[in-house]
């Protein structure tokens, strides 16, 4: 059994964190998600010394590391939950069973080695986390496995927008329970140039506008920033992290409720857009998104946001 740490030793590992430059924030005590005053964790996140004492000072939080701030590009390997079995496009590859199976054999396609040699943390259920730091004047995103997007089935990445759970913390959840550890004690190397192309061909992902049914008009006579927007905020949802899932919608769907409210998007088409987003987050646990709240988030910030609406100047026109 797993034994919970208590507020010293999360404290000591979230100034440990701290001291290689990486910024904090407090997590749900057992939990994977940011307390609920953290909804703005990637600002709030820290590297103070003295913030961070009076911080766990509170409570024994669990910590989460902000990725985009700590200038890491995280790679999570995750092992597959009971019954989940690789999709399609790896089913018939051999000995794939895994994250690091997925990653083994994207290594072998590029003739490349085993990206070991870099700071790594096993994870809950067994998983590990690879950190490297990404090539400067590149911003990636976050990627995930489930989606066209990702690198591969359970492969996950995390980097501006997305944080990872930092070693020292004990997650409890219904899908498992168990410790965050460091296994490998390094700097985090320079993210490998193949993986970087990857993740630059991904980074901006084929618009989710191609899920629609062909016969869906209208997608095609929007204006150039309305398409480029639904793109951007489809992103932010299909690339949401667990525990900022639904902000990520909630805020997608605000954004364009204030193109809905100046008559420059239909609100059915941006409502099928961030569902279809929503979609690669659904699932049965916890840190999993359910269709039922998806919609309902979508409907109340589209409506909050139309009450709003965007007033765009367009370039040549009439002060």
């Known amino acids: 059994m797993t034994t919970a740490p208590d507020r010293t030793e999360l404290a000591a590992a979230a100034l440990a964190a701290a001291a290689r430059g990486w910024h904090v924030f407090p997590l749900t005590p057992g939990d994977k998600r940011p307390l609920p005053k953290f909804t703005d964790w990637e600002h709030r996140a820290t590297t103070d010394p003295a913030r961070i004492r009076r911080c766990w000072d509170h409570g024994p939080y669990n910590i989460?590391?902000?990725?985009?701030?700590?200038?890491?590009?995280?790679?999570?390997l995750d092992k597959p939950k009971p019954g989940e079995h690789p999709p399609p496009a790896w089913a018939n590859e051999p000995g794939i069973?895994?994250?690091?199976?997925?990653?083994?054999?994207?290594?072998?396609r590029?003739?490349?080695?085993?990206?070991?040699?870099?700071?790594?943390?096993?994870?809950?259920?067994g998983g590990m986390h690879l950190y490297f730091t990404p090539p400067p004047g590149t911003e990636f995103r976050n990627t995930n496995g489930k989606h066209r997007t990702g690198l591969?089935?359970?492969?996950?990445?995390?980097?501006?927008?997305?944080?990872?759970?930092?070693?020292?913390?004990?997650?409890?959840?219904?899908?498992?329970?168990g410790r965050y550890e460091v296994v490998h004690d390094v700097a985090p190397a320079p993210l490998p140039d193949w993986i970087a192309r990857l993740l630059t061909e991904v980074r901006a992902p084929a618009p989710l506008l191609g899920a629609l049914p062909a016969d869906r008009d209208g997608v095609g006579d929007l204006p150039a920033y309305v398409q480029a927007a639904l793109k951007a905020e489809a992103d932010r949802?299909?690339?949401?992290?667990?525990?900022?899932?639904?902000?990520a919608l909630n805020k997608a769907a605000y954004n364009l409720g204030r193109l809905v409210g100046a008559g420059?998007?239909?609100?059915?088409?941006?409502?099928?857009?961030?569902?279809?987003a929503?979609?690669?987050?659904?699932?049965?646990?916890?840190?999993?998104?359910?269709?039922?709240?998806?919609?309902?988030t979508i409907r109340s910030a589209l409506a909050a946001g139309a009450r709003r609406p965007r007033h765009i100047t367009m370039r040549g026109s009439a002060a």
């Open 64 to 76: 989460g590391i902000a990725c985009g701030p700590s200038g890491l590009l995280v790679i999570d």
């Open 97 to 108: 069973t895994e994250g690091a199976d997925v990653l083994a054999a994207l290594c072998e």
């Open 110 to 125: 590029h003739g490349a080695d085993w990206p070991g040699d870099t700071f790594t943390a096993t994870t809950r259920r």
């Open 152 to 177: 591969g089935w359970l492969i996950d990445t995390r980097a501006h927008g997305g944080y990872v759970v930092a070693p020292g913390s004990v997650v409890d959840l219904p899908d498992g329970t």
């Open 237 to 247: 949802v299909a690339t949401a992290v667990p525990g900022g899932r639904n902000h």
């Open 264 to 276: 420059l998007l239909a609100e059915d088409l941006a409502a099928e857009v961030l569902y279809n």
């Open 278 to 296: 929503a979609g690669v987050h659904f699932g049965p646990t916890r840190a999993d998104v359910r269709p039922g709240e998806a919609r309902a």
